[in-house]
């Protein structure tokens, strides 16, 4: 049985994967300091002997005893709230927890896929974006944090791999959507279901002209298992071009959940990009993936999830204390 190790593991996109492995037949070792993670994610996994769970913050000296097949590294702060708050762990986990697992990845002679972001594009000038856009990043912005984090990975990725010979790949992620996302996490599709669902209205940053494009989790793992699969090592933009604007989205959401919220506008955020599309060619060359779930489908599976939630989840804010974090 092969050896995978999952960073971040208790968050969004690392469950999804751990699931993924482990009905692939693989053993799967998660490993998160639940920062921003949630163990509820994964918790249907620790009575599976295949499964275990290191509750670690990669920026520290990572240490898996035994063989290592693959790594898979998703730790990291991934929506604004979060990175804003913790902006300085946010850089960590992109330089020292990368540096760590690619020497981990160099020891044990395991494959290592790194998550990289749409972010690295910053407020793109090329639309869509394609991976040989250099990108448009304010590095002092407030989201520059999670933007350099991210591009320092993917350097430090490459780096690896000229220079010591470690299999690398690269993903990256545009706006992913489904079950398991934090309710007020601030990213924009369980913000406006929890408004929704809330009977709160609508909050739209900016004129609502902003566009992004959303891909439904599922198709997005299939993405990423297939580029960690394949013998190509430079980065790879894994989402659904389907692109459609804030304000159009929060329509389709106030139709779906049949609400009758208003929609309201607020201030732009700072350096917030006003268009985000993959050009995902490289992916159907290179992969032979594209996403098969739209929106519609994807959002009623989203929905159905969120509203399983209990009214005390429904409305608890997001106030964790990241004050030993530094």
Not at 32 to 37: E, Q, S, W
Not at 151 to 168: K, L, P
Not at 171 to 181: A, D, H, L, S
Request: charged residues 25%; hydrophobic residues 35%; glycine residues 8%.
């Amino acid at each position: 049985m092969k050896k995978v190790l999952i960073t971040g593991a208790a968050g969004f996109l690392g469950s999804h994967l751990c699931d993924r492995f482990i009905h692939d037949g693989y053993h799967v070792i998660g490993m998160d300091n639940l920062i921003t993670g949630d163990l509820k994610n994964i918790e249907h996994l620790f009575k599976l002997p295949q499964f275990e769970f290191y509750n670690h913050d990669v920026t520290k000296f990572v240490h898996v005893p035994g063989e290592l097949d693959y790594i898979l590294h998703f730790a990291s702060p991934a929506s604004p709230i979060d990175y804003l708050k913790i902006p300085i762990q946010t850089l960590k986990v992109g330089s020292l927890g990368t540096h760590n697992l690619l020497g981990l990845a160099k020891e044990k002679k395991a494959r290592i896929i790194i998550a990289s972001t749409s972010e690295v594009y910053g407020d793109p000038l090329v639309h869509p974006q394609t991976e040989d856009y250099y990108g448009n990043v304010n590095t002092i912005g407030p989201r520059g944090v999670y933007d350099e984090a991210k591009r320092f990975q993917e350097s430090i990725t490459m780096a690896y791999n000229s220079y010591h010979n470690v299999e690398t790949r690269i993903v990256r992620i545009f706006n992913t959507y489904g079950p398991r996302m934090r309710l007020n996490d601030g990213r924009v599709v369980p913000a406006f279901i929890g408004q929704a669902l809330r009977g709160e209205d609508l909050t739209v940053f900016g004129d609502g002209s902003q566009t992004r494009s959303f891909c439904y989790v599922d198709d997005l793992v299939e993405g990423i298992y297939r580029l960690l699969f394949s013998d190509y090592v430079y980065p790879v933009n894994i989402g659904n071009p389907s692109e459609i604007t804030i304000a159009e989205f929060a329509e389709e959401i106030i139709k779906l959940t049949g609400t009758d919220q208003k929609v309201i506008y607020k201030p732009l955020p700072v350096n917030d990009p006003l268009q985000r599309q993959p050009d995902i060619t490289k992916a159907k060359e290179v992969l032979d993936w594209k996403p098969i779930i739209g929106r519609a489908e994807g959002m009623k599976r989203t929905l159905e999830y969120f509203k399983s939630l209990s009214e005390e989840e429904l409305y608890k804010s997001e106030h964790k204390d990241f004050s030993s974090y530094s």
